[in-house]
């Protein structure tokens, strides 16, 4: 699967982050690569690879810390799939909304 991750098709690299966010939550290595796709890619591999990063199962404050860095995107659809991905990933945690905030003022 992480081998479609440089398909040349866009739906093909989209499916393959949307699985990679399913089954991949405990290794660091998918992470990484998500994480890679969300700094670097196009805006619909970024908001999915937001969106998988929020499905992860590993607890490791540095995958919040590079969402939260995320928000500092321009594109609002990103920011969106940042904050839902956020959301799930700390859920129960009250701060968090309080974290965004201070974050970025215009979500």
Same mark, same amino acid.
């Given at each position: 699967? &992480?081998?479609?991750? /440089?398909?040349?098709?866009?739906? &093909?690299?989209?499916? %393959?982050?949307?699985?990679?966010? !399913?089954?991949? =939550? !405990? /290794?660091?290595?998918?992470? *990484?690569?998500?994480?890679?796709?969300? #700094?670097? =890619?196009?805006?619909? @591999?970024?908001? *999915?690879? %937001?969106?998988? @990063?929020? /499905?992860?199962?590993?607890?490791?404050?540095?995958?919040?810390? =590079?969402?939260?860095?995320? +928000?500092?995107?321009?594109?609002?659809?990103?920011? &969106? %799939?940042?904050?839902? %991905? +956020?959301?799930?990933?700390?859920? =129960? #945690?009250? #701060?968090? @909304? *309080?974290?965004?905030?201070?974050?970025?003022? /215009?979500?």
């Amino acid at each position: 699967i &992480v081998t479609r991750l /440089n398909d040349w098709d866009l739906k &093909v690299r989209i499916e %393959a982050i949307k699985v990679l966010g !399913k089954i991949g =939550g !405990k /290794n660091q290595d998918v992470i *990484e690569k998500l994480f890679v796709i969300l #700094n670097t =890619g196009p805006p619909k @591999l970024k908001q *999915e690879a %937001a969106s998988s @990063l929020g /499905n992860i199962t590993l607890k490791d404050s540095r995958v919040t810390e =590079g969402l939260l860095e995320t +928000l500092k995107d321009q594109n609002p659809a990103i920011k &969106v %799939a940042v904050v839902e %991905a +956020l959301g799930k990933l700390e859920k =129960g #945690n009250t #701060n968090i @909304l *309080e974290i965004i905030a201070k974050m970025d003022d /215009n979500i």
